[in-house]
């Protein structure tokens, strides 16, 4: 099966919290309780499995369900987390998970997690009551979740559960620079502090640049204070049996209106400046990295998503 599990328990919710943020970065992935498990789930390539610690220890139903499904988990690469408050060093929590699933465990990692003490039973309360006296912190609310630390985990998974056969870099080169030529449109995005912009526009490819005329506009608030853009190139989705889209990283200068690299570009696209209404101002953008997911990789015996690096 190609989806991707994660399998949680939580009681006030930040271990739920990490559970759904890390199968939104995974997707396609599911995430669900141990009692919302179903049985056609079982031998799935990758799982996350995400418990909070209360006094130590490891939810009983995630126990639980790790002890009774461990045959096939030992097939599958099985991703842990923990939430809790010993962030640092709280990894040691998942060592009983960890001994009974051995070496399908691909890496573990304990997250901080939140008190909100008017929120708690009151068998947690007074429990929570004594452990800080035991461990010697202040009895309060407590707020420790790292959104950023769990984008950071599920980044890892998904760099690790999507590593793929590479293409030679000569030959997908060749496919990268086929694909660029043959469209012309693209999403350019950039961004500055709040802002944010997605603009369509039309792109002339030329050794690793991507050159688009513009007349002016609000994508030019973001890029003369932040050069770095982003931009998509696609086909339109009409299944998984085509798909072919690239999501490129680079880097935008505005070419001079005076300059050479200006003038012979406008007489390549075939552009009397002298009869220009207004002037058009030339974005170039250095391309550093290219994600390519294109369907024919995989008829080729390569992964169906390549990396590629000018
Ligand atoms: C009664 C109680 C006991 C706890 N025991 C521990 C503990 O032993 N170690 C720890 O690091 N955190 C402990 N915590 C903190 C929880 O792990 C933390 O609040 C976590 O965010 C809970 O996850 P949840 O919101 O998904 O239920 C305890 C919290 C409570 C209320």
Redesign the pocket.
Known sequence: MNKTFVVYE???????QTAKNIAMILGPAEYCTTKEWKKEYENCQSIIIGT??????VNQEIYGFVEKNKNWLKNSKVYLFC????DQG?EK?LKPLEDILGKCVVSKKSFG???ELNK?DTK?FW??KK?SQTYGFEFKNIDI?NIREVINYGIAIKEERDFQVEMPYEELKMYVEQFLLEHSSCTLCSGYENSVRATPVDYTYKESNMYVLSEGGIKFTNLLFNEQVSLAVYEVFTGYNNLAGMQITGRADIVENESEEYKLFLKLKEINIDKLPAPLHLIKIRIEKIEFLWFKFKNMGYGIKQYFEF
């Open positions: 939580s009681k006030y919710g930040a271990t739920k909070s610690i209360y006094n130590e220890q939430v809790c408050l010993m709280g929590y997690g939140r008190i708690l947690d429990a929570l452990f979740y």
